[in-house]
């Protein structure tokens, strides 16, 4: 991840993140998506039938969208919710980044 993809331009959310009630439930699914990922790891050191792993690939590669798509959804309920009801320049930039977060998962 680059310098200016990880740092935060923007504040903060207030309180804990979006998805701190469903922390477990995330971590449990990429838990499971990490599980995948060992399988496609076995599977092609065992020569297993390409098509085979790539059926793999695509429901790990849908899993993993899902898993963005829910932590967007957060997002936009919690921080930019927030933001907006605060009102200001905060909030226009809070959409901004929340649209440039979506235009990346869409170019994925």
Sequence with gaps: MSDEASSHALPDCH???GYSSDKARYLTRLNRIAGQVGGVH????EDQYCIDILTQISAITSALENVGLALLED?????VADAVADGGELADDKITEAMAAVKR???S
């Design 75 to 79: 997002h936009l309920h919690h921080c």
């Design 15 to 17: 309180g804990p993140y």
């Design 42 to 45: 076995r599977m092609i050191d």
């Design 105 to 107: 998962m869409v170019k």
